[in-house]
């Protein structure tokens, strides 16, 4: 293991090889069931004991059905024990028979590992407005063998268009007891704050008490998963659904606990991380690029401004081709809506400064466009002088291949 950081008089959290099987009591699995041609298309994930749960969902006025029963299963006991998860059909804006056919494949799992219905979460992703292929998920389902993980195909079951399958895993020490935080995610396109077109799940054997777990969530995701944008499209399936099943058998935590800091910075490592890979992964695309705006009148002003300049496509285009046109970048900062002094700010694209206090600096245009070629990611710096607030946002390039996938994206 990798030690990444440490906090004076605090435990230290490292990297380490793993997934959302890792924490103690959980187990994960997946397999081909026939919603896709060849791919793994249904996912399973299972506590050995009811872990109290957390949710984050989509602001996409049509929400699909699996958020609904997901979102009923967590209001009951705030407590989930397994999540049952297919890819290639989105179960979105599919009417009375949609949600019936959602409510039907929690049933079915919860059945086969023998717990109780609203324990068990719902989540799809792929096409939106197609009936769901309910025969052979539930033939999928019947074939669930908790005893046989395979975190593989877990992780390749929630995929639709990424190129990659995408997990952290990390392990802190609290008051002498070791706690394993971890993470999957399924995210390349349709990918826009609030949240980015994405699916993860986060586990971890603390013993954590529910609201703290919900408070936790709700405020990482803003700096991380709301964070990043590939193409400026708000899904009708993201959720970010989180498991503490405290096999662990640490101290409870909660805000007030002393250690709560520990648990925190390392639960927002695991966020953003999946964040990032999301990004990364924005389909078509060539490499990660991040923004970071400081300087800021406000907290608001300064993710406001870095998400728009990461969301321009002329930005991202920019990028892609390696060109240095820091003009684009200016044109994004006066149409973000955000009031800044125009001779306040200054610009660089990695260590190379392109505009210090509202004027250009004489730069190689060689030595910028091999930073972009080379560079992964590809680092925006964007200075202000009206306050202390700071934001960062990811995104990527936008390439010829964005358009190619999504012109096919059903065929």
Known sequence: MNKLYEKTNAASYYITQGSVNSPKGFRAGGFHCGIKRKRPDLAWLYSEVPANAAAVYTTNQFQAAPITVTKE?????KQLQGMIINSGNANAYTGEKGLEQAYLMRKWYAEKVGTKEHLVGVSST???????????????IANISVEQEDIINFEKAILTTDTFTKHVCVKVEINGTEITIAGAAKGSGMIHPNMATMLSFITTDADIEQESLQYALSNIINDTFNMITVDGDTSTNDMVVAMANGMAENEQLSVNNPYWDQFYEAFTYVCQ??????????????KLVEVKVTGAKTKEDAKTLSKTVIGSNLVKTAIFGADANWGRIINAIG????KVDPMSISI???????????VPVDFSEEEATQYMKESDPVQIFVALQDGNDEAIAWGCDL?????????????
């Open 73 to 77: 299963s967590i209001s009951i006991d």
């Open 126 to 140: 792929g096409v939106i407005g197609e009936p769901l292929p309910i025969e052979k998920i539930r033939n999928g």
């Open 273 to 286: 991380s999946l964040a990032k890979y999301i990004a990364k992964d924005g389909e078509g695309a060539t």
């Open 335 to 338: 149409y973000s809506g955000v």
């Open 348 to 358: 660089a694209l990695g260590s190379i400064t392109v505009v210090h206090n509202g």
């Open 399 to 411: 390439t010829y291949d964005y358009v190619k996938i999504n012109a096919s994206y059903r065929t």
